[in-house]
Protein backbone atom coordinates (compact mmCIF):
# COMPACT_ATOMS: atom_id res chain seq x y z
CA UNK A 1 0.00 0.00 0.00
CA UNK A 2 1.41 3.38 -0.73
CA UNK A 3 2.01 5.76 1.21
CA UNK A 4 -0.33 8.49 -0.23
CA UNK A 5 -3.28 5.95 0.87
CA UNK A 6 -2.01 4.68 4.32
CA UNK A 7 -1.86 8.26 5.70
CA UNK A 8 -4.89 9.13 4.02
CA UNK A 9 -6.86 6.77 5.91
CA UNK A 10 -5.36 6.94 8.98
CA UNK A 11 -6.06 10.94 9.12
CA UNK A 12 -9.69 10.50 8.16
CA UNK A 13 -10.57 7.90 10.14
CA UNK A 14 -9.42 9.31 13.07
CA UNK A 15 -12.00 11.32 13.55
CA UNK A 16 -14.60 8.64 13.62
CA UNK A 17 -13.50 6.35 16.49
CA UNK A 18 -15.63 3.04 17.50
CA UNK A 19 -18.33 3.85 20.13
CA UNK A 20 -17.09 1.89 23.17
CA UNK A 21 -18.12 -1.57 24.77
CA UNK A 22 -20.42 -2.26 21.49
CA UNK A 23 -19.62 -4.99 19.49
CA UNK A 24 -21.25 -5.06 16.03
CA UNK A 25 -22.25 -8.10 13.24
CA UNK A 26 -22.46 -8.01 9.36
CA UNK A 27 -26.14 -10.13 8.69
CA UNK A 28 -28.36 -9.94 5.63
CA UNK A 29 -29.75 -6.82 7.10
CA UNK A 30 -26.01 -5.13 7.23
CA UNK A 31 -25.42 -3.19 10.20
CA UNK A 32 -28.52 -2.14 12.44
CA UNK A 33 -28.57 -0.81 15.61
CA UNK A 34 -29.23 2.72 17.53
CA UNK A 35 -28.61 5.69 15.08
CA UNK A 36 -26.44 7.06 18.15
CA UNK A 37 -23.62 4.70 17.80
CA UNK A 38 -23.45 4.01 14.15
CA UNK A 39 -21.25 6.68 12.73
CA UNK A 40 -18.36 5.07 13.05
CA UNK A 41 -19.81 1.76 11.41
CA UNK A 42 -21.12 3.40 8.42
CA UNK A 43 -17.44 5.36 7.95
CA UNK A 44 -15.83 1.86 8.04
CA UNK A 45 -18.81 0.52 5.44
CA UNK A 46 -17.86 3.61 3.14
CA UNK A 47 -14.09 1.85 3.03
CA UNK A 48 -15.46 -1.61 2.58
CA UNK A 49 -17.62 -0.33 -0.19
CA UNK A 50 -14.63 0.90 -2.04
CA UNK A 51 -12.96 -1.84 -1.70
CA UNK A 52 -15.60 -4.02 -3.23
CA UNK A 53 -15.96 -1.90 -5.89
CA UNK A 54 -11.85 -1.72 -6.86
CA UNK A 55 -12.15 -5.96 -5.79
CA UNK A 56 -15.12 -6.38 -8.30
CA UNK A 57 -14.21 -3.39 -10.97
CA UNK A 58 -18.05 -2.86 -10.68
CA UNK A 59 -20.51 -0.25 -9.11
CA UNK A 60 -21.56 -0.70 -5.88
CA UNK A 61 -24.20 0.66 -3.34
CA UNK A 62 -24.35 1.79 -0.05
CA UNK A 63 -27.92 2.13 1.99
CA UNK A 64 -28.29 4.00 4.58
CA UNK A 65 -31.45 2.46 6.06
CA UNK A 66 -33.14 0.42 9.49
CA UNK A 67 -36.26 -1.11 7.23
CA UNK A 68 -39.27 -2.08 9.81
CA UNK A 69 -37.02 -0.69 12.83
CA UNK A 70 -38.03 2.21 15.13
CA UNK A 71 -37.27 5.45 13.86
CA UNK A 72 -34.16 5.69 16.40
CA UNK A 73 -32.44 3.07 14.75
CA UNK A 74 -30.55 2.93 11.81
CA UNK A 75 -28.71 0.70 9.80
CA UNK A 76 -26.43 0.65 6.30
CA UNK A 77 -25.48 -2.13 3.77
CA UNK A 78 -23.91 -2.67 0.48
CA UNK A 79 -25.31 -3.90 -2.88
CA UNK A 80 -23.15 -6.05 -4.67
CA UNK A 81 -22.56 -5.44 -8.41
CA UNK A 82 -25.61 -7.70 -9.30
CA UNK A 83 -27.91 -5.55 -6.97
CA UNK A 84 -28.31 -8.45 -4.77
CA UNK A 85 -26.80 -8.73 -1.48
CA UNK A 86 -22.98 -8.24 -0.35
CA UNK A 87 -21.30 -11.47 -0.54
CA UNK A 88 -21.08 -13.64 2.61
CA UNK A 89 -17.26 -14.48 1.92
CA UNK A 90 -16.69 -10.64 2.80
CA UNK A 91 -19.28 -10.34 5.83
CA UNK A 92 -16.46 -12.11 8.32
CA UNK A 93 -14.22 -8.62 7.17
CA UNK A 94 -17.12 -6.20 7.36
CA UNK A 95 -17.29 -7.02 10.98
CA UNK A 96 -13.40 -6.36 11.65
CA UNK A 97 -13.31 -3.33 10.45
CA UNK A 98 -16.38 -2.26 12.23
CA UNK A 99 -15.20 -3.28 15.30
CA UNK A 100 -11.42 -2.63 14.64
CA UNK A 101 -10.13 -0.53 18.15
CA UNK A 102 -8.45 2.27 16.78
CA UNK A 103 -6.92 3.83 13.17
CA UNK A 104 -3.74 1.62 13.46
CA UNK A 105 -5.86 -1.58 13.46
CA UNK A 106 -8.08 -0.76 10.93
CA UNK A 107 -5.19 0.12 8.48
CA UNK A 108 -3.74 -3.39 9.67
CA UNK A 109 -6.87 -5.12 8.48
CA UNK A 110 -7.06 -3.23 5.50
CA UNK A 111 -3.78 -3.90 4.22
CA UNK A 112 -4.02 -7.90 4.98
CA UNK A 113 -7.38 -7.70 3.67
CA UNK A 114 -6.02 -6.10 0.30
CA UNK A 115 -2.85 -8.34 0.00
CA UNK A 116 -4.80 -11.45 0.40
CA UNK A 117 -7.77 -10.37 -1.93
CA UNK A 118 -5.23 -9.00 -4.67
CA UNK A 119 -7.37 -5.82 -4.50
CA UNK A 120 -5.90 -3.58 -7.37
CA UNK A 121 -5.63 -0.37 -4.69
CA UNK A 122 -2.85 1.31 -6.50
CA UNK A 123 -5.37 1.91 -9.50
CA UNK A 124 -2.84 1.54 -11.99
CA UNK A 125 -4.54 0.45 -15.65
CA UNK A 126 -8.23 0.01 -13.39
CA UNK A 127 -11.61 1.41 -12.86
CA UNK A 128 -11.64 3.78 -10.12
CA UNK A 129 -14.18 2.82 -6.92
CA UNK A 130 -17.39 3.97 -7.90
CA UNK A 131 -20.10 4.17 -5.31
CA UNK A 132 -24.53 4.65 -5.37
CA UNK A 133 -25.54 6.06 -1.96
CA UNK A 134 -29.00 6.00 -0.59
CA UNK A 135 -31.01 6.76 2.55
CA UNK A 136 -34.49 6.76 3.92
CA UNK A 137 -36.26 9.15 5.68
CA UNK A 138 -34.68 9.30 9.24
CA UNK A 139 -33.66 11.64 10.52
CA UNK A 140 -29.77 10.43 11.12
CA UNK A 141 -29.66 9.29 7.71
CA UNK A 142 -28.30 12.54 6.63
CA UNK A 143 -25.22 12.70 8.87
CA UNK A 144 -24.45 8.77 8.37
CA UNK A 145 -24.37 9.12 4.51
CA UNK A 146 -21.41 11.93 4.98
CA UNK A 147 -19.68 9.14 7.52
CA UNK A 148 -20.01 7.46 4.74
CA UNK A 149 -18.90 9.92 2.02
CA UNK A 150 -16.03 10.40 4.19
CA UNK A 151 -14.96 6.40 4.30
CA UNK A 152 -15.05 6.58 0.51
CA UNK A 153 -12.60 9.08 0.14
CA UNK A 154 -10.40 7.35 2.54
CA UNK A 155 -9.84 5.35 -0.56
CA UNK A 156 -7.18 7.07 -2.92
CA UNK A 157 -9.60 8.25 -6.18
CA UNK A 158 -12.77 6.64 -5.15
CA UNK A 159 -15.67 8.38 -6.24
CA UNK A 160 -19.78 8.14 -5.27
CA UNK A 161 -23.03 9.83 -6.58
CA UNK A 162 -25.25 10.69 -3.88
CA UNK A 163 -29.14 9.59 -4.73
CA UNK A 164 -30.77 11.26 -1.52
CA UNK A 165 -33.62 9.64 -0.49
CA UNK A 166 -34.62 6.36 -2.12
CA UNK A 167 -36.15 3.47 -1.24
CA UNK A 168 -33.93 0.32 -0.50
CA UNK A 169 -35.34 -1.63 -4.02
CA UNK A 170 -34.81 1.56 -5.82
CA UNK A 171 -30.77 1.87 -4.77
CA UNK A 172 -30.06 -2.22 -5.84
CA UNK A 173 -32.31 -1.33 -9.29
CA UNK A 174 -30.14 1.84 -9.69
CA UNK A 175 -26.97 -0.65 -9.15
CA UNK A 176 -28.14 -3.67 -11.15
CA UNK A 177 -29.19 -1.31 -14.06
CA UNK A 178 -25.98 0.64 -14.35
CA UNK A 179 -23.76 -2.32 -14.19
CA UNK A 180 -26.04 -3.76 -16.99
CA UNK A 181 -25.18 -1.01 -19.00
CA UNK A 182 -28.64 0.61 -18.55
CA UNK A 183 -29.89 4.45 -17.13
CA UNK A 184 -30.43 3.98 -13.79
CA UNK A 185 -32.14 7.07 -11.88
CA UNK A 186 -35.30 7.17 -10.25
CA UNK A 187 -37.40 8.47 -12.91
CA UNK A 188 -35.85 5.48 -15.67
CA UNK A 189 -36.79 3.52 -12.42
CA UNK A 190 -40.27 4.83 -12.27
CA UNK A 191 -40.62 4.91 -16.06
CA UNK A 192 -39.89 0.91 -16.41
CA UNK A 193 -42.05 0.20 -13.87
CA UNK A 194 -44.78 2.45 -14.79
CA UNK A 195 -44.78 0.92 -18.53
CA UNK A 196 -44.63 -2.55 -17.71
CA UNK A 197 -47.94 -2.24 -15.90
CA UNK A 198 -49.63 -0.17 -18.01
CA UNK A 199 -48.55 -2.56 -20.86
CA UNK A 200 -49.95 -5.35 -18.18
CA UNK A 201 -52.88 -3.65 -18.46
CA UNK A 202 -53.46 -3.03 -21.50
CA UNK A 203 -53.17 -6.88 -22.02
CA UNK A 204 -56.09 -7.78 -19.78
CA UNK A 205 -58.73 -9.44 -21.24
CA UNK A 206 -62.46 -8.27 -21.66
CA UNK A 207 -63.88 -10.65 -19.85
CA UNK A 208 -62.12 -9.81 -16.82
CA UNK A 209 -62.74 -5.69 -16.52
CA UNK A 210 -66.64 -6.74 -14.65
CA UNK A 211 -65.19 -5.69 -10.90
CA UNK A 212 -67.05 -3.61 -8.45
CA UNK A 213 -66.32 0.08 -7.97
CA UNK A 214 -64.78 -0.99 -4.14
CA UNK A 215 -62.58 -3.65 -6.36
CA UNK A 216 -61.00 -1.07 -8.05
CA UNK A 217 -59.75 1.40 -5.52
CA UNK A 218 -56.54 0.18 -3.29
CA UNK A 219 -55.35 2.02 -0.06
CA UNK A 220 -51.66 1.87 0.73
CA UNK A 221 -50.21 2.15 3.89
CA UNK A 222 -47.15 3.68 3.68
CA UNK A 223 -45.67 3.16 6.59
CA UNK A 224 -45.19 6.80 7.18
CA UNK A 225 -41.42 5.96 5.26
CA UNK A 226 -39.55 6.18 2.41
CA UNK A 227 -42.17 4.06 0.56
CA UNK A 228 -45.37 6.21 0.78
CA UNK A 229 -43.50 9.54 -0.73
CA UNK A 230 -42.34 7.02 -3.91
CA UNK A 231 -45.66 6.09 -4.33
CA UNK A 232 -47.47 9.25 -4.42
CA UNK A 233 -44.72 9.97 -6.84
CA UNK A 234 -44.91 7.07 -9.04
CA UNK A 235 -49.02 6.74 -9.29
CA UNK A 236 -48.91 10.26 -11.23
CA UNK A 237 -47.17 8.31 -14.23
CA UNK A 238 -50.14 5.67 -13.61
CA UNK A 239 -53.29 5.96 -15.73
CA UNK A 240 -56.65 3.95 -14.35
CA UNK A 241 -55.66 3.07 -11.40
CA UNK A 242 -57.13 4.61 -7.95
CA UNK A 243 -54.89 4.46 -5.25
CA UNK A 244 -55.04 6.55 -2.12
CA UNK A 245 -51.51 6.53 -0.10
CA UNK A 246 -51.78 7.01 3.55
CA UNK A 247 -49.42 7.02 6.12
CA UNK A 248 -46.66 8.96 3.81
CA UNK A 249 -44.09 10.24 6.36
CA UNK A 250 -46.54 13.98 5.81
CA UNK A 251 -46.09 16.17 9.12
CA UNK A 252 -48.88 14.98 11.53
CA UNK A 253 -49.41 11.44 9.68
CA UNK A 254 -47.44 9.61 12.55
CA UNK A 255 -43.91 8.54 13.29
CA UNK A 256 -41.73 5.65 11.00
CA UNK A 257 -43.00 2.40 11.34
CA UNK A 258 -45.13 3.14 14.50
CA UNK A 259 -48.58 1.54 14.44
CA UNK A 260 -47.89 1.40 10.97
CA UNK A 261 -46.44 -0.93 7.74
CA UNK A 262 -46.14 -4.10 6.61
CA UNK A 263 -43.92 -5.61 9.51
CA UNK A 264 -46.81 -4.41 12.02
CA UNK A 265 -49.83 -5.12 10.06
CA UNK A 266 -48.07 -9.02 9.64
CA UNK A 267 -47.30 -9.54 13.08
CA UNK A 268 -49.76 -8.02 14.96
CA UNK A 269 -53.16 -8.76 12.42
CA UNK A 270 -54.45 -5.43 13.36
CA UNK A 271 -55.34 -2.27 11.20
CA UNK A 272 -52.54 -0.09 10.49
CA UNK A 273 -53.26 3.97 12.60
CA UNK A 274 -54.73 5.54 9.43
CA UNK A 275 -57.27 2.67 8.56
CA UNK A 276 -60.81 2.41 9.81
CA UNK A 277 -64.41 1.79 9.78
CA UNK A 278 -65.03 3.84 6.32
CA UNK A 279 -62.31 1.41 4.77
CA UNK A 280 -64.25 -1.90 5.76
CA UNK A 281 -64.07 -4.51 2.57
CA UNK A 282 -62.08 -2.71 0.33
CA UNK A 283 -58.46 -3.82 -0.47
CA UNK A 284 -55.72 -2.60 1.46
CA UNK A 285 -52.06 -3.51 1.27
CA UNK A 286 -48.81 -2.10 3.40
CA UNK A 287 -45.46 -1.50 2.98
CA UNK A 288 -43.06 -1.78 5.39
CA UNK A 289 -40.35 1.22 6.21
CA UNK A 290 -37.98 1.15 3.16
CA UNK A 291 -40.36 -0.48 0.49
CA UNK A 292 -39.17 -4.12 0.51
CA UNK A 293 -41.93 -5.65 1.76
CA UNK A 294 -45.65 -5.97 0.95
CA UNK A 295 -48.67 -7.47 2.38
CA UNK A 296 -52.26 -7.24 2.13
CA UNK A 297 -55.42 -6.66 4.23
CA UNK A 298 -59.35 -6.13 4.69
CA UNK A 299 -61.12 -4.76 7.08
CA UNK A 300 -64.08 -7.10 7.92
CA UNK A 301 -66.23 -5.23 9.60
CA UNK A 302 -66.39 -2.26 11.63
CA UNK A 303 -66.67 -4.16 14.97
CA UNK A 304 -63.08 -5.05 15.39
CA UNK A 305 -59.65 -3.43 14.46
CA UNK A 306 -58.89 -6.99 13.60
CA UNK A 307 -58.13 -7.62 9.59
CA UNK A 308 -57.84 -10.34 6.82
CA UNK A 309 -54.39 -10.90 6.34
CA UNK A 310 -53.33 -11.82 2.71
CA UNK A 311 -49.12 -12.36 3.26
CA UNK A 312 -46.53 -13.09 1.45
CA UNK A 313 -47.25 -16.57 0.29
CA UNK A 314 -50.77 -15.55 -0.91
CA UNK A 315 -48.69 -13.16 -2.89
CA UNK A 316 -46.33 -15.73 -4.23
CA UNK A 317 -49.24 -17.87 -4.73
CA UNK A 318 -50.47 -14.85 -6.81
CA UNK A 319 -47.35 -14.79 -8.59
CA UNK A 320 -47.21 -18.71 -9.75
CA UNK A 321 -50.64 -19.05 -11.17
CA UNK A 322 -50.09 -16.21 -13.34
CA UNK A 323 -46.51 -17.14 -14.40
CA UNK A 324 -47.77 -20.55 -14.94
CA UNK A 325 -50.77 -19.47 -17.19
CA UNK A 326 -48.81 -17.80 -19.58
CA UNK A 327 -46.23 -20.37 -20.14
CA UNK A 328 -49.09 -22.79 -20.18
CA UNK A 329 -50.70 -20.58 -23.39
CA UNK A 330 -47.22 -19.84 -24.68
CA UNK A 331 -46.31 -23.23 -25.33
CA UNK A 332 -49.57 -23.73 -27.89
CA UNK A 333 -50.36 -26.92 -29.45
CA UNK A 334 -48.29 -28.84 -30.77
CA UNK A 335 -45.40 -26.01 -30.54
CA UNK A 336 -42.96 -28.51 -28.33
CA UNK A 337 -42.30 -30.26 -31.47
CA UNK A 338 -41.21 -27.45 -33.56
CA UNK A 339 -37.40 -26.34 -33.17
CA UNK A 340 -38.44 -23.30 -31.25
CA UNK A 341 -39.53 -24.43 -28.30
CA UNK A 342 -38.00 -23.60 -24.96
CA UNK A 343 -39.28 -25.90 -21.97
CA UNK A 344 -38.91 -22.61 -19.08
CA UNK A 345 -37.96 -24.47 -15.70
CA UNK A 346 -40.72 -22.89 -13.16
CA UNK A 347 -39.54 -22.89 -9.22
CA UNK A 348 -41.06 -21.69 -6.03
CA UNK A 349 -38.77 -20.90 -3.38
CA UNK A 350 -40.13 -21.05 0.77
CA UNK A 351 -38.62 -21.65 4.20
CA UNK A 352 -39.99 -23.61 6.21
CA UNK A 353 -41.90 -20.54 8.00
CA UNK A 354 -43.98 -20.61 4.89
CA UNK A 355 -47.30 -22.00 6.35
CA UNK A 356 -47.75 -25.18 5.33
CA UNK A 357 -50.87 -24.96 3.83
CA UNK A 358 -49.67 -22.58 1.01
CA UNK A 359 -46.88 -25.13 0.27
CA UNK A 360 -49.41 -28.23 0.13
CA UNK A 361 -51.85 -25.46 -2.55
CA UNK A 362 -48.82 -24.83 -4.71
CA UNK A 363 -48.26 -28.27 -4.83
CA UNK A 364 -51.59 -29.41 -5.93
CA UNK A 365 -50.81 -26.98 -8.69
CA UNK A 366 -48.48 -29.20 -9.81
CA UNK A 367 -45.09 -26.48 -9.27
CA UNK A 368 -42.02 -27.38 -8.05
CA UNK A 369 -41.64 -26.17 -4.50
CA UNK A 370 -38.72 -26.54 -2.30
CA UNK A 371 -37.45 -25.38 0.77
CA UNK A 372 -34.58 -23.60 2.13
CA UNK A 373 -32.74 -22.05 5.35
CA UNK A 374 -34.29 -19.10 6.11
CA UNK A 375 -33.16 -15.64 5.10
CA UNK A 376 -33.24 -13.71 1.86
CA UNK A 377 -29.87 -14.76 0.84
CA UNK A 378 -30.95 -18.41 0.88
CA UNK A 379 -34.32 -17.74 -1.28
CA UNK A 380 -32.95 -16.11 -3.50
CA UNK A 381 -29.68 -17.88 -4.68
CA UNK A 382 -32.41 -20.55 -4.77
CA UNK A 383 -34.50 -19.00 -6.91
CA UNK A 384 -31.38 -17.97 -9.37
CA UNK A 385 -30.99 -21.41 -10.21
CA UNK A 386 -34.28 -21.42 -12.41
CA UNK A 387 -35.76 -20.17 -15.79
CA UNK A 388 -38.38 -18.58 -13.92
CA UNK A 389 -37.94 -18.46 -10.01
CA UNK A 390 -40.35 -17.29 -7.37
CA UNK A 391 -39.77 -16.78 -3.42
CA UNK A 392 -41.32 -15.09 -1.18
CA UNK A 393 -41.37 -14.80 2.97
CA UNK A 394 -44.39 -14.89 4.45
CA UNK A 395 -43.63 -11.31 6.19
CA UNK A 396 -44.02 -10.05 2.55
CA UNK A 397 -39.92 -9.75 0.95
CA UNK A 398 -39.68 -11.57 -2.24
CA UNK A 399 -39.27 -10.95 -5.98
CA UNK A 400 -39.21 -12.92 -8.97
CA UNK A 401 -36.11 -14.08 -11.05
CA UNK A 402 -35.51 -14.80 -15.02
CA UNK A 403 -33.01 -16.35 -16.57
CA UNK A 404 -31.01 -14.25 -19.47
CA UNK A 405 -31.39 -17.13 -21.44
CA UNK A 406 -35.11 -17.95 -21.07
CA UNK A 407 -35.37 -13.88 -21.28
CA UNK A 408 -33.45 -13.62 -24.58
CA UNK A 409 -35.64 -17.26 -26.31
CA UNK A 410 -38.67 -15.13 -25.28
CA UNK A 411 -37.88 -11.96 -27.14
CA UNK A 412 -37.09 -14.11 -30.27
CA UNK A 413 -40.31 -15.98 -29.60
CA UNK A 414 -42.44 -13.02 -29.54
CA UNK A 415 -41.13 -11.45 -32.45
CA UNK A 416 -41.50 -14.69 -34.11
CA UNK A 417 -45.31 -14.42 -32.95
CA UNK A 418 -45.69 -10.80 -34.27
CA UNK A 419 -45.03 -12.07 -37.54
CA UNK A 420 -46.82 -14.85 -37.70
CA UNK A 421 -50.06 -14.37 -35.59
CA UNK A 422 -49.84 -10.59 -33.73
CA UNK A 423 -52.63 -10.12 -31.49
CA UNK A 424 -53.18 -14.24 -31.13
CA UNK A 425 -53.29 -15.31 -27.47
CA UNK A 426 -49.78 -17.02 -27.82
CA UNK A 427 -48.23 -13.19 -28.22
CA UNK A 428 -49.73 -11.69 -25.71
CA UNK A 429 -48.82 -14.40 -23.08
CA UNK A 430 -45.07 -13.75 -24.16
CA UNK A 431 -45.51 -9.66 -23.79
CA UNK A 432 -46.99 -10.33 -19.91
CA UNK A 433 -43.82 -12.33 -19.25
CA UNK A 434 -41.56 -9.98 -20.93
CA UNK A 435 -43.86 -6.49 -19.47
CA UNK A 436 -43.61 -9.24 -15.76
CA UNK A 437 -39.99 -9.22 -16.08
CA UNK A 438 -38.94 -5.63 -16.41
CA UNK A 439 -41.83 -4.43 -13.96
CA UNK A 440 -40.79 -7.20 -10.87
CA UNK A 441 -37.29 -5.77 -8.92
CA UNK A 442 -34.90 -9.06 -10.34
CA UNK A 443 -32.47 -7.25 -7.93
CA UNK A 444 -34.37 -7.65 -4.38
CA UNK A 445 -37.72 -7.57 -3.07
CA UNK A 446 -39.96 -4.17 -4.00
CA UNK A 447 -43.16 -3.30 -2.44
CA UNK A 448 -43.48 -0.53 -5.05
CA UNK A 449 -42.68 -2.99 -8.46
CA UNK A 450 -44.64 -5.88 -5.97
CA UNK A 451 -47.99 -4.06 -5.28
CA UNK A 452 -48.13 -2.69 -9.46
CA UNK A 453 -47.59 -6.54 -10.48
CA UNK A 454 -50.44 -8.01 -7.93
CA UNK A 455 -52.57 -5.13 -8.71
CA UNK A 456 -52.30 -5.66 -12.81
CA UNK A 457 -52.65 -10.31 -12.00
CA UNK A 458 -56.36 -9.06 -10.20
CA UNK A 459 -57.25 -7.38 -13.00
CA UNK A 460 -55.97 -9.84 -15.45
CA UNK A 461 -57.74 -12.81 -13.39
CA UNK A 462 -61.04 -10.70 -12.56
CA UNK A 463 -60.63 -11.52 -8.93
CA UNK A 464 -61.64 -9.25 -5.97
CA UNK A 465 -59.31 -9.58 -2.90
CA UNK A 466 -61.89 -12.08 -0.71
CA UNK A 467 -61.29 -14.13 -3.84
CA UNK A 468 -57.91 -13.50 -3.86
CA UNK A 469 -57.65 -14.97 -0.21
CA UNK A 470 -59.95 -17.48 -0.45
CA UNK A 471 -57.70 -19.72 -2.29
CA UNK A 472 -56.72 -21.76 0.48
CA UNK A 473 -56.85 -21.64 4.40
CA UNK A 474 -53.84 -21.16 6.55
CA UNK A 475 -52.83 -23.74 9.20
CA UNK A 476 -53.42 -22.16 12.43
CA UNK A 477 -49.61 -21.54 13.72
CA UNK A 478 -48.07 -20.16 16.74
CA UNK A 479 -44.37 -18.70 16.96
CA UNK A 480 -42.83 -18.92 20.43
CA UNK A 481 -39.38 -17.54 21.32
CA UNK A 482 -37.11 -19.08 23.92
CA UNK A 483 -33.68 -17.83 25.55
CA UNK A 484 -31.17 -20.66 25.71
CA UNK A 485 -27.39 -20.28 26.91
CA UNK A 486 -26.35 -21.38 23.84
CA UNK A 487 -28.12 -21.42 20.39
CA UNK A 488 -25.21 -22.92 18.47
CA UNK A 489 -26.07 -26.45 20.49
CA UNK A 490 -29.38 -26.83 18.40
CA UNK A 491 -28.07 -28.56 14.82
CA UNK A 492 -31.05 -28.56 12.32
CA UNK A 493 -31.35 -30.34 8.92
CA UNK A 494 -33.78 -30.61 5.85
CA UNK A 495 -34.02 -26.44 5.64
CA UNK A 496 -34.20 -26.07 9.48
CA UNK A 497 -37.77 -28.59 9.47
CA UNK A 498 -35.59 -31.26 11.38
CA UNK A 499 -33.56 -31.20 14.63
CA UNK A 500 -30.70 -33.12 14.45
CA UNK A 501 -28.81 -32.98 18.29
CA UNK A 502 -29.58 -32.62 20.62
CA UNK A 503 -31.90 -36.22 20.09
CA UNK A 504 -34.99 -35.89 22.02
CA UNK A 505 -36.91 -32.78 20.83
CA UNK A 506 -37.06 -33.50 17.19
CA UNK A 507 -41.10 -33.25 16.81
CA UNK A 508 -43.10 -31.83 14.09
CA UNK A 509 -41.66 -28.49 14.47
CA UNK A 510 -39.54 -25.90 12.58
CA UNK A 511 -37.00 -24.19 14.34
CA UNK A 512 -34.42 -21.73 13.00
CA UNK A 513 -30.85 -20.31 14.31
CA UNK A 514 -30.94 -16.75 14.18
CA UNK A 515 -28.48 -14.45 15.91
CA UNK A 516 -28.97 -14.33 19.63
CA UNK A 517 -29.14 -17.30 21.93
CA UNK A 518 -32.80 -17.74 21.72
CA UNK A 519 -35.02 -20.08 19.50
CA UNK A 520 -38.10 -19.87 17.45
CA UNK A 521 -40.27 -22.18 17.74
CA UNK A 522 -42.64 -22.67 14.73
CA UNK A 523 -45.66 -25.17 15.50
CA UNK A 524 -48.62 -25.67 12.99
CA UNK A 525 -51.70 -28.28 13.52
CA UNK A 526 -55.44 -28.47 12.34
CA UNK A 527 -56.79 -26.05 15.09
CA UNK A 528 -55.45 -22.78 17.13
CA UNK A 529 -55.34 -24.57 20.23
CA UNK A 530 -53.13 -27.83 19.30
CA UNK A 531 -50.59 -25.60 17.59
CA UNK A 532 -50.31 -23.63 20.61
CA UNK A 533 -50.23 -26.63 23.20
CA UNK A 534 -47.88 -28.38 20.54
CA UNK A 535 -45.60 -25.08 20.53
CA UNK A 536 -45.88 -24.78 24.49
CA UNK A 537 -44.54 -28.85 24.69
CA UNK A 538 -41.51 -28.32 22.34
CA UNK A 539 -40.67 -24.86 23.79
CA UNK A 540 -40.81 -26.87 27.47
CA UNK A 541 -38.17 -29.44 25.79
CA UNK A 542 -36.09 -27.29 24.60
CA UNK A 543 -36.04 -25.42 27.90
CA UNK A 544 -35.49 -28.78 29.54
CA UNK A 545 -32.53 -29.78 27.11
CA UNK A 546 -31.32 -25.98 26.91
CA UNK A 547 -31.87 -23.43 29.04
Known amino acids: MKEEQMSLLLKISSAYPPPKGVKLSYGTAGFRTDASILESTVYRVGILSALRSLKTQSLIGLMITAS ?73 GKSLVEAAKQGIKSIVGAVFVDMGI ?47 EADDKLIVDGAN ?31 LNDGVGADFVQKEKVVPQGFGDGDVGIRCASLDGDADRLVY ?58 NGASTDYLKQLGLEVVLTPTGVKYLHEKADQYDIGIYFEANGHGTILFSESFLSWLETKNNELLSISKGSEQQKSALRLLATSKLIN ?51 TNAETEVVKPAGIQDAINTEIGTEDILRVYAEASTQEEADSLANSVAKLVDQFLG
Not at 194 to 203: A, I, K, V, Y
Not at 229 to 243: Q, R, Y
Not at 467 to 486: A, F, G, I
Open 297 to 354: FTVPSNNTNKIELVDGDKILSLFAIFIKEQLGILKGDGDKETNNYYEARLGVVQTAYA
Open 225 to 255: GVGGEKLNALKKMLSGSVIEVRNSGKEGEGE
Open 68 to 140: HNKVSDNGVKIADPTGGMLTQDWEPFADRIANARDPQHLLELVTEFVEKESIPLDGVGVRSAEILLGRDTRPS
Open 442 to 492: QAVGDALSGVLLVEAILKHMGWSIHKWSELYQDLPSRMLKVVVKDRTAVVT
Open 166 to 212: VTTPQLHWMVRARNKGMKATELDYFQQISESFRCLMDLVPSQSNQLS
